[in-house]
């Protein structure tokens, strides 16, 4: 997976490689490039959650430079990574607030009752709320056809990426910001 990324962010950079490129030249050059570079940079390692992965991971990331990164995962052992920030879930006022504006029915007849079922089967996760929200919108579906698709099509849902979000997924695991 690094490998694809590396090449992804290579293309992007603008760095000349060849397309019969030996994966650990790819990834050894991209990270000379960010050490090297004067600008800043920011990496970002979303949805890492595939243990055998994160040795890849370990060795594409550069040790030196201006940059900065951000892993996402939900695997406890990113923690030997870098420092960790757990996002803890909302208060329950919170997560309605973000489930019905990102859902678009604030000032609908919404059920409190099947909202605190969502809310609750969610576990008041900011990210969970939102792409739930986001695809009740998008399906014109209800909170309670939503929980039938949760225990029914669960990682259907969980990849179901808004096309509003303001990151999109790539082939690998790392987007890179200039």
Known sequence: MAEESCKEISKVLGIELSSKEE??????????Y??????SWLLIGDNADDIEGLPDMRDFIPQFGRGHVIITSRIFETKRMGSVVNVWPMSAPEATEL???SS???GDQV????TKKLLDRLGYMPVMVDQCGAYVRQEH??????LELYDSQPEMLLGFTPGIWEYRKTKGRFNCQN
């Not at 994966?23 to 000379?32: A, S, Y």
């Open 23 to 32: 994966p650990k030249v790819v990834i050894r050059t991209v990270k000379t």
């Open 34 to 39: 960010l050490i090297n570079r004067i600008q």
């Open 99 to 101: 489930l019905l504006k």
């Open 104 to 106: 678009g029915q604030i």
């Open 111 to 114: 059920s409190c009752e099947n």
């Open 141 to 146: 579906i209800t909170f309670p056809e939503y």
